[in-house]
DNA sequence: CCCACGTCAAGAGCAGTGCTCTCTCTTTTG
DNA sequence: CAAAAGAGAGAGCACTGCTCTTGACGTGGG
């Protein structure tokens, strides 16, 4: 392991650095992002930033990656940070906070769950940080069904979809009952489409009182889980 | 009332032919629509499609009127097939065609709720059409407390959000409860959120039966809302 | 009947985009 | 210290939406 040399330090800052711009050009210009303009406002010419990103798409790409890792740790720690014990509160919380994030962040939210960008494939490396607030939600869910204090549904799947969902639980490595995972993704279903309603502008003018709307939609959900 | 000349019948038969391969571009090439190769494709110059619409966007309102008119042609269409007694079937059907829909114009539908363009603004006539499907089922929660056969909520709203929504039954001119229309709405939400995961997100690669799935998730939501 | 008016399409051109290639200058490395 | 590698600039290609001008054509009124 050698000290990293001036270059290599001074082009970790670049990165660093042309990723800002990006990101604010993101906030204020929306989705479309224009490599000349970041290029511009870093006081260099267009053809320089790619020596950092080989294509537009690339940093479109580190941005999604580091934009999924927001949400991820906003969602766990507002999780971690409400009483253990206390399920539902765990579950309010970590749908307020990816709430809370995303109309902080509002560019980037469009740009993990928008419509996709037509060229554009999301690399497998999104693929993980992804799942992040969902397994947290379902995590949730098997801390109750572990501790007793939560009652798996008593319904279970139908056959061919019951398979699907019972190689889902395997593949996420949690403990729960298919039918209670089912439930438990109609939530983040939920939490997804409240989020990009109020955010895209196609939820109600006539609800002033979002963050009321919000608590009682996601309550809802909490409910259908079955969280007391 | 006079006879349309040959030339105003002629340009009516250009638009409704720009409209076409506008949307056959859409489908294949995704949402980010060139007005340039529209015109090539019908053998022309792209300063001639000004003639007929005055901007870019222009042309995509007139795309995106017609696809929520399309959505909810579709949506009240499966209601009103369905038996009229049988509510939870007709919520069913009603999900049902939205979905089959969207997944036989994903860019259509990516049109209407995906991430918003940075610069478009929807006009307002786009409000009337974009809230059929939602009215269509919270139609069918009037007429099932209409007929008995639905029993509202027990609970009721809390005071902010029950002055909303109350508002909002209002303005629908349709007489349920708030406490019923939430629910309802959480329906939408999750109607809503339900199909853009399977047509944006990657979401759930490893569930192949996908039929089965979104029936299972919108009859927890028929549970949500009451309909036996 | 005929001509003026309004409509239409074409072409050039402007400012912008992502991206490639070359050329030069600086820093790192053997 | 010389060779190699990295970094930035600039020109250029093909593309975009959009504007303006120019010339041709169909249509309705005198």
Redesign the pocket.
Known sequence: M?AP????R??AG?IEEIKTVARRHLDTDGA??????V??DL??????I???F????DLLTALILEAYDALGDAVEAADAAADQADLRGRWLAACRAARAWALAHPAEYALLYGSPVPGYAAPDDTVAPAQRPPVTLVGILRDGLASGRLAPPDEDLPEPLRGDVAELVGLLGMDVPPALLARGMAGWTQLFGLISFELFGRINRALPHRDEYFDHQIGLMADLVGLP
């Not at 479309?32 to 303009?37: E, G």
């Not at 080989?54 to 798409?57: A, G, Q, V």
């Open positions: 050698v040399s001036l270059r290599a001074v082009r670049m479309n992002l224009s490599l000349r303009a290029a511009r006081g260099m010419v267009s053809s320089a790619y020596r950092y080989p294509s537009r798409d």
